[in-house]
């Protein structure tokens, strides 16, 4: 199975901060990454698909980039309703697997 | 609206046997992949299983295989999850979500449904 690994698996910040989260895949994947935030007792919610595809209706602070096995998610300024746990997916293999989760909180 | 509402969540104990649901509307299901992710309380994402559109390619992570069994019924507009031979660490909420593809890249899950609790215990 390909492994994800997010890094840091937790993150302190301040509203207005830009935030950037890393996510490596144990092989390559392309860039069939997709990035998800899950608020507390919530489901996932879709943000960015192929790597740096905004999803409908998602703001334009989210940003995603990366390709080959190191990809990135990138909030530009930091909004209240940001602070959640951010998941990475792959979708290259027909096993998909997720990260190990980042929690980003309230500095 | 896209909604997928998940049901049938319960406590059970270890060795048991469980049926969770997901009923979708809002959208063809027939035309949709659909796939199961867990959570155990307070852990990341897993994802368990993917059934096709028609029903005929299943994957399975290795954690469920030979336990869990996918299926889905187009005609209802359901997708289940058959759990068997249960232990405490199933304990989780347990989503059901639709793939998504778009101009040949593979697929994103969107969207969710809001979840079912498993309990494994005696």
């Known amino acids: 199975d390909i492994q994800m690994t997010q890094s840091p698996s937790s993150l302190s910040a301040s509203v207005g901060d830009r935030v950037t989260i890393t996510c490596r895949a144990s092989?390559?994947?392309?860039?069939?990454l997709n990035w998800y935030q899950q608020r507390p007792g919530r489901a996932p919610k879709l943000l960015i698909y192929?790597?740096?595809s905004l999803q409908t209706g998602v703001p334009s602070r989210f940003s995603g980039s990366g390709s080959g096995t190191d990809f990135t998610l990138t909030i530009s300024s930091l909004q209240p309703e940001d602070f959640a746990t951010y998941y990475c997916?792959?979708?290259?293999?027909?096993?998909?697997?997720f990260g190990q989760g980042t929690e980003l909180e309230i500095k | 609206e896209v909604q997928l509402v998940e049901s049938g969540g319960d406590l059970v104990q270890p060795g048991g046997s469980l049926r969770v649901s997901c009923a979708a509307s809002?959208?063809?299901?027939?035309?949709?992949?659909m796939n199961w992710v867990r959570q155990a309380p307070g852990k990341g994402l897993e994802w368990i299983s993917y059934?096709?559109?028609?029903?005929?390619?299943?994957y399975y992570a290795e954690s469920v295989k030979g336990r869990f069994t996918i299926s889905r019924d187009n005609a209802e507009n359901s997708l289940h999850l058959q759990m068997n031979s249960l232990r405490a660490d199933d304990t989780a909420v347990y989503y059901c979500?639709?793939?998504?593809?778009?101009?040949?890249?593979?697929?994103?899950?969107?969207?969710w449904g809001q979840g079912t609790l498993v309990t494994v215990s005696s």
């Open positions: 092989q390559t994947i392309s860039s069939y």
């Open positions: 192929a790597a740096s």
């Open positions: 979500a639709r793939a998504v593809y778009s101009n040949g890249v593979r697929p994103r899950f969107d969207p």
């Open positions: 809002g959208f063809t299901f027939s035309s949709y992949t």
């Open positions: 997916q792959q979708t290259y293999s027909n096993l998909y697997t």
């Open positions: 059934i096709s559109g028609r029903g005929d390619t299943i």
